[in-house]
């Protein structure tokens, strides 16, 4: 299934310009123990490759263990037909698009071991367009 928000505010938005900010924050993970995936890149990332990157590692766990996703795709993408053409308005929303920011955590999974945890969120990693860190928690 598709992520996208049920309800935004406006309908389309405008599309953004330029790659989001390294982030200065820093997120505590001490607390828990097992991996996360962290992005060492500024990108986007729209609802199809994390859906595709969720299958993947859940499929590689066999569905044990907890994964969390911490990003979520929220900016409307809209597209015109091919054969349309110009003027007539702006195009239907045709995907969804997450901001990621360098350092920024993506994937949480904990409650496995490593030799299952690190090739899965590896096998899941290569489904996303940008450069990608394991860490172990």
Do not use: C
């Not at 406006?10 to 997120?27: A, E, I, N, Q, V």
């Not at 995936?37 to 990157?53: D, W």
């Not at 990693?125 to 450069?131: E, G, I, Q, R, T």
């Amino acid at each position: 299934m598709l992520m996208q928000p049920k309800k935004t505010k406006y309908r389309k938005y405008f599309k953004p310009r330029g790659l989001p900010k390294p982030s200065t924050k820093t997120l505590k993970l001490t607390k828990i123990t097992g991996f996360a995936l962290r992005s060492l890149k500024s990108g986007y990332i729209n609802g199809r490759q994390i859906e595709a990157a969720r299958q993947n590692i859940r499929r590689k766990i066999k569905r044990e263990g907890k994964l969390e996703i911490l990003i979520f795709p929220d900016i409307a993408i809209s597209r015109k037909a091919s054969a349309a053409r110009m003027g007539k308005g702006k195009g239907k929303v045709d995907h969804w698009i997450a901001s990621i920011s360098a350092g920024q955590t993506l994937f949480l999974l904990y409650g496995i071991d490593a030799e299952q945890g690190i090739p899965a969120l590896h096998s899941g990693a290569n489904k996303l367009p940008l450069k990608i860190k394991i860490y172990h928690l």
